[in-house]
């Protein structure tokens, strides 16, 4: 009899730290661990279970799918359980998994669907009578979130089927898939909260499950994600095989990435697996591997299922790139907001199809965490594929004459001490003035494309510009057409490329107020709060005389972002600022009508919009509905605030609000709750309730 006891224990510490893993990943979109090392700490575990059958534990993180569901969203049942993938790292069990399926089938012939598994998060959606009607996440692969009206803002998915020529089309389908962020998107996002100091997202796949949980489906359209499908689940059988799924898929306009491959046979499976190791990262989307389908289906089903996963089928997973290099020398950037980030320089190494010289090191916490020096030999990976980033040392090359990393106390540009606001993992300059690179890193945020995108002045000018010392601040842009003559002097600069640069300035005064406001840079003020309070407050100078208080009672608006603006607003050389440019023609009121003004008439409530409607499209609807604080949400429950019928409204949802005794109402009697036009809107409520006249300053 082996002492079983170790065993135990162990399989006792595997199970702790999977459930851990599991709840991070899942629930706070945080990984500590990389699916590699997850997937073998699984892999010991299934391998104690399956030798000591009577030592697994009644709730072993191998007896379920993954993830649990969140509260926030109505959840429904799948139809069809969402399984999981068997994972592999090596080409071996590939080949077993081949023969495994040639012995399942005995030996009548078969072929494979290879695809590209893309790292984002797997969403069912149904199909009924060719219209969108639900989108429910996988959750713990039985039951998962609504989500419906987030997955309605995903661009490529369309909300109603092409009809196909096929007179079969089934008409009530669910297609299975991945929405993800595009790597762009990606990196668009996280250079925002850099700049807006707020804490960067890991990776593409975090981002996407982020925005999918938001709960204001206007700010996840604004997150761009997208969708790809790779199953089509029918009731009864339409297709013989998985390939004919998937064109069909793409003949009823669902979006399915072109890049799949039938394979005739394992070797061919290989190949595709060779060829997309180094070209996946030439796509603009995060993928982690390759996913290899038995193509019949009728196959399939004689292969079956085990517990958690196909037969029929097995992800292929590309080991996370990973390279050992040096450390040479730690710099400090200091941001836009004077957020000071270490920067490791490495000896240049090749990694995922790039060479790698640098890699952020986030901040001080981390230099600590790795307890970094001088001189070590350090691994690289690269975050979603994207930011490398240290991830470890090897302690056992450490050479002797390893220097600790001293934290500088002042900032590396200007000298000011540093100050470390509580709760804040950055250290920050405070000299916002005088800090030359926080200078010259808001002008370049000015003319950036998002904000006043001055065509022919882009950052690499403007910073020139700064550098000459022809500009320190936007307002000084806008006096650059005075300087024409000493600008026609500079090097590589001729004469057309600055008529076309003042064009641009020029141009650049019809540019709305919400970017123009986000273009000042106010820390926190991203493009979404700039739009809000831009609605709310219809001009820079309402915005001068609100204090923090009503700011913060914009909808969106938190009380940290609220003290940020309204602080800025109160600040001389601010207003002196908005003042030039005022006097130099920028945009610092809304122009035209406000349809309705944004208020927070419908906070803490949720509508459901069921119908067609007549004077609103349901995009303006939902619009109305969010930009007057209330929510929508895909389904109905008991908490549901109202039901908004159009017309040919489902009679199921009709019933299931009756049953919950939620209340319906037409479309004009939704207008009717909001304010109109003509009412006093909360700006100017609050101007004329706020301190001190703004009439001198704009006059
Ligand atoms: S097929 C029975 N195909 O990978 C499982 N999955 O564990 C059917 N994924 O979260 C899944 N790309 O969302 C399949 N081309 C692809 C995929 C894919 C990504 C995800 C899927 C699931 C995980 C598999």
């Not at 595997?14 to 706070?28: A, G, P, S, V």
């Not at 199921?652 to 004009?668: D, G, M, T």
Request: proline share 7%.
């Amino acid at each position: 009899m082996p002492d079983t006891s170790a065993v135990q224990q162990r399989i006792q510490a595997l199970t702790e730290r999977l459930h851990h893993l599991n709840h991070q990943y899942y629930q706070l979109d945080v990984s500590e661990v990389s699916d590699q090392e997850f997937d073998q700490l699984l892999a010991e575990l299934q391998g104690l279970e399956a030798e000591y059958p009577d030592l697994a534990l009644p709730n072993s993180p191998t007896r379920r799918v993954g993830g649990t569901i969140t509260k926030q969203f109505p959840t429904a049942v799948h139809r069809y359980p969402m399984l999981s993938l068997g994972n592999t790292y090596s080409e071996d069990d590939l080949r077993e998994f081949d023969e495994r399926v040639q012995r399942g089938l005995e030996g009548a012939p078969y072929a494979y669907v290879c695809e590209l598994k893309i790292d984002g998060v797997a969403m069912s959606l149904r199909y009924e009578h060719g219209q969108l009607v639900q989108g429910v996440t996988r959750g713990d692969g039985t039951r998962g979130d609504v989500v419906t009206a987030n997955v309605r803002t995903i661009r490529t998915l369309p909300l109603a089927l092409r009809p196909d020529p096929d007179p079969d089309q089934p008409q009530d389908l669910e297609v299975r898939g991945e929405v993800f962020m595009p790597l762009p998107v990606f990196a668009e996002l996280n250079a925002e909260r850099e700049q807006n100091g707020e804490p960067l997202l890991a990776n593409p796949r975090n981002a996407a499950s982020g925005a999918l949980k938001l709960q204001d489906s206007t700010q996840v359209a604004a997150r761009k994600l997208r969708f790809y499908a790779y199953s089509l689940l029918t009731p009864g059988r339409h297709f013989t095989s998985h390939s004919a799924a998937l064109e069909a898929l793409s003949r009823y306009g669902l979006p399915v990435s072109d890049t799949w491959r039938r394979a005739a046979n394992i070797s061919e499976v290989l190949d595709f697996v060779h060829y997309w190791a180094k070209k996946r990262f030439d796509l603009p989307v995060a993928t982690d591997g390759i996913v290899i389908k038995v193509d019949n289906l009728r196959q399939q089903d004689q292969l079956g299922y085990t517990a958690k996963s196909p037969r029929w089928a097995i992800a292929y997973k590309y080991p996370a790139e990973a390279a050992r290099t040096r450390l040479n020398e730690v710099i400090y950037n200091v941001g836009r907001t004077g957020a000071v980030t270490p920067v490791a320089l490495l000896t240049p190494v090749p990694l995922a199809g790039t060479v790698v010289k640098r890699a952020t090191l986030h901040n001080a916490n981390q230099i600590g965490l790795l307890d970094l020096r001088l001189g070590d030999l350090v691994y690289v990976e690269k975050g979603g594929e994207i930011i490398p980033k240290i991830t470890g040392v090897d302690l056992a090359a450490r050479p002797a004459e390893a220097v600790p990393i001293s934290y500088p106390t002042e900032c590396p540009a200007c000298g000011t001490p540093l100050v470390r606001p509580e709760g804040e993992a950055h250290f920050r300059c405070p000299n916002e003035r005088g800090c030359r690179p926080q200078l010259k890193a808001r002008l370049e945020h000015y003319v950036s494309r998002r904000a006043l995108n001055i065509d022919g002045l882009g950052a690499e000018t403007v910073g020139r510009f700064f550098d000459l010392g022809l500009v320190a601040t936007p307002a000084d842009i806008y006096d650059l057409p005075t300087r024409r003559a000493e600008l026609v002097t500079l090097e590589r600069l001729g004469e057309k490329s600055i008529d076309n640069l003042l064009a641009g300035i020029a141009a650049s005064k019809q540019v709305p107020f919400p970017r123009v406001l986000f273009g000042l840079g106010i820390r926190y003020v991203g493009e979404t709060v700039a739009q809000k309070l831009a609605a709310h407050y219809r001009s820079a100078e309402a915005l001068m005389s609100a204090s923090a208080e009503e700011m913060a009672a914009v909808p969106e608006v938190g009380g940290v972002i609220a003290l940020a603006a309204a602080q800025w607003f109160q600040q001389p050389e601010n207003r002196e600022l908005l003042e030039r440019l005022h006097r130099a023609g920028v945009q610092l009121a809304v122009t035209g009508e406000a349809p309705v003004p944004a208020s927070d008439r419908l906070a803490g409530l949720t509508f459901v919009l069921s119908g067609v409607f007549e004077q609103h499209s349901r995009d303006e609807l939902q619009q109305l509905i969010t930009s007057n604080g209330g929510k929508i949400t895909g389904s109905i429950s008991k908490k549901l605030s109202y039901l908004v019928a159009g017309d040919n409204m489902g009679p199921a949802k009709r019933e299931k609000a009756l049953s919950f005794k939620v209340p319906i109402i037409s479309e004009a009697e939704l207008l009717a709750l909001l304010p109109t036009a003509e009412e006093p809107s909360a700006p100017e409520a609050v101007a004329a309730a706020g301190p001190g006249s703004q009439g001198e300053l704009f006059g």
